[in-house]
C-alpha cells in the first residue's frame, strides 16, 4: 500500500501540537482532508500543511462522503457521534480519549465498528511509551507485588501557547461551545446518574487525566479488578483497586489555578521497587524514566537505578501502531474492544464513591 490518505476531525491543540506534524512528517500517511467547525483554523492549519480548500471540510459528514479517505483521526470534544459516523462510512478510526462519555456508549461504538469491519484505535499514547514499556515487562517479573500506586496531578495548561504557535480561529460563535460543553456534561451525568451530581468533576477527571492510569494498571496487571474503595474531594479522587491479588491506589487531582504536571506510577514487591514517571505530555522527545531500587550483590546494599529507556515519542509510535493495525490486519493494542475495560472501571469507582 502507499500512504494511508487521512483526514483530521478537530484542529486544536492535540492536532496541531502531536498528531498533524507527525502525520506530515510520516512516509505512512497522508494528511488529506481537515474538518473544524472553523473556517478560518481550517484555512490556517490547511496552508501549512497542503490541504488545499477543496478538501477543508466544516462539516464530518462532507469529509466522510470523500471516497479516497480511508481513515481519520478524531480530535473533537465529543467522540460518540462521529466515531458512528466514521464507521459507518467504513473508515478506520483512530480516536483521542475518551472513548465516549459511557459504557453504553463505548460498547456502541464498538459494536459499529466490527460490523462495518474497521479499526478502531484510541489514543492512549503512553501504553507505547517506551519507558512503560520497559517498566511493564520488569513488572511481570517482580516477585510477591505488595503494593502499586498510580499518581496523577495536573494543572492548567495555559502556557502551552507560550511553548507552541497554536493557531486559533475566531469566527464561531463562543455559544457554540458552551452549548457544547453543557451537552458533553449532560452525557457524562446521565452515565453516573443524577443522584451522582456531586461526582460528576470526578467521573470527568476520570474520563480525561486519570483514564491513561486506569488503561497502563489494566495493561500491567490484568482486567480482572475490584474497586474497593473511593473517596472524592471535588476535583480530587482516590481509590483502592484490586487486580486480582494487587492491591492498588490511585490518587488523581486537578487544580486548573497552577501550571503543574505530577505523574507516576510505583510498584512495590519483595525484590525491587520501581518507580515509573511521567513528563509533561506535550514536552516532546522527552523520556519517561524508570527508577529501580534493589539489592546489590550479597543483598547488603541497596542498588538505585535510572533508566531512560527511550528518545522515541509515544504520540508517534502510537500513529505508527495505527498503520501496522490498517495494513496488515490487526487488533490494536489499545482498541476500542480493550477501553471499554476503563468505562467500565470508572462506572465502578463512582459507584463506590456513592457507597462510601
Not at 81 to 97: C, D, R, W
Not at 125 to 137: L, T
Request: glycine share 6%.
Amino acid at each position: 500500500m502507499g500512504k494511508i490518505r487521512i483526514g483530521i476531525l478537530g484542529c486544536g491543540q492535540i492536532a496541531q501540537i502531536m498528531h498533524l506534524p507527525y502525520l506530515s512528517a510520516s512516509e505512512e500517511f497522508e494528511i488529506y482532508a481537515l474538518c473544524d467547525v472553523s473556517r478560518e483554523l481550517i484555512r490556517a492549519v490547511g496552508a501549512q500543511y497542503n490541504v488545499p480548500e477543496s478538501r477543508q471540510y466544516t462539516d464530518f459528514d462532507s469529509l466522510l462522503a470523500n471516497k479516497d479517505i480511508e481513515a481519520v483521526v478524531i480530535c473533537s470534544k465529543e467522540h460518540y457521534t462521529p466515531v458512528i459516523a466514521a464507521a459507518k462510512a467504513h473508515k478506520h478510526i483512530f480516536v483521542e480519549k475518551p472513548f465516549g462519555f459511557s459504557l453504553q456508549q463505548a460498547e456502541e461504538m464498538v459494536r459499529v465498528a466490527e460490523e462495518n469491519n474497521v479499526k478502531l484505535m484510541v489514543g492512549y499514547m503512553k501504553v507505547y511509551d517506551s519507558g512503560y514499556i520497559y517498566a511493564k515487562e520488569r513488572i511481570r517479573n517482580m516477585k510477591n507485588i505488595s503494593l502499586v500506586r498510580v499518581h496523577d496531578f495536573g494543572g492548567s495548561f495555559s502556557y502551552t501557547r507560550d511553548v507552541f504557535d497554536i493557531k486559533k480561529g475566531n469566527d464561531v460563535d463562543p455559544a457554540f461551545y458552551e452549548k457544547g460543553k453543557a451537552e458533553n456534561n449532560q452525557m457524562q451525568l446521565d452515565a453516573i446518574g443524577e443522584e451522582n451530581r456531586e461526582f460528576l468533576p470526578a467521573y470527568s477527571l476520570l474520563l480525561g487525566v486519570s483514564s491513561h492510569d486506569l488503561v497502563l494498571l489494566r495493561h500491567a496487571f490484568g482486567n480482572d479488578a475490584e474497586v474497593l474503595f473511593t473517596s472524592v474531594h471535588g476535583s480530587f479522587l482516590s481509590s483502592i483497586i484490586r487486580f486480582g491479588s494487587v492491591e492498588c491506589i490511585l490518587e488523581s487531582g486537578l487544580v486548573m489555578k497552577r501550571a503543574i504536571w505530577d505523574e507516576n506510577l510505583t510498584v512495590y514487591s519483595d525484590d525491587a521497587n520501581l518507580r515509573l514517571e511521567f513528563p509533561w505530555p506535550y514536552l516532546k522527545n522527552a523520556p519517561s524514566v524508570v527508577h529501580i531500587s534493589e539489592n546489590y550483590g550479597d543483598g547488603t546494599m541497596p542498588c538505585e537505578t535510572s533508566i531512560s529507556t527511550s528518545f522515541s515519542e509515544a504520540y508517534r509510535n502510537e500513529l505508527h501502531h495505527f498503520h501496522d493495525c490498517i495494513v496488515n490486519d490487526l487488533e490494536p493494542v489499545t482498541s476500542g474492544r480493550d477501553a471499554v475495560n476503563d468505562l467500565r472501571l470508572m462506572r465502578d469507582i463512582i459507584a463506590a464513591a456513592r457507597r462510601s
